[in-house]
């Protein structure tokens, strides 16, 4: 039972990465329902995690890393929502998982830089951040799975 309820938490959570992906993407925002509920997800996640007797205390630690992000916040360099954003993922993923999709992120945002640079010529360029975001989230999830079948 509470690994269909595990899999149906994760499928929620990519929805609503998808939906804040598109929705950044097309006005430059994210939605705030959509974060509220991430955040909700990654409580609810922890609490099932509480639950099963699994180690429930790295998951609210994730939170440590979006540290740099919000500072990034208040410097004016990031948006307010890529920052909640990733509260929201880093509650639900755990500090582990998180550092994962970190790791998978830099590539891609590497690439979208480089091609805002030479497409624009200037470093001055607005990138939406939620869809690298959700990248990296959906393919740490996706190599949970697979770490699992292993």
Known sequence: MIIILSILLDA????????????DIRTRTVPNTAVL???CLGLAHTVLLFISGSAWWAYPAGLALCLPFFIAWLKNVMGAGD???LMGISLYLG???TI????LMVPVMTILIVFSWVQ???????IPFAPVLAFG?????IAGYLYALV
């Not at 929620?12 to 929705?23: Q, S």
């Not at 994962?100 to 790791?103: D, L, Q, S, T, V």
């Not at 989230?137 to 999830?141: K, L, P, Q, R, Y």
């Open 12 to 23: 929620f959570f990519i929805a609503l990465l998808i939906w804040c992906a598109y929705t």
């Open 37 to 39: 509920l991430l955040l």
């Open 83 to 85: 920052v909640k954003l």
């Open 95 to 97: 500090l582990l998982n």
């Open 100 to 103: 994962i999709a970190f790791a």
């Open 120 to 126: 624009k010529k200037s470093m001055k360029q607005r």
């Open 137 to 141: 989230t959906i393919g740490a999830t």
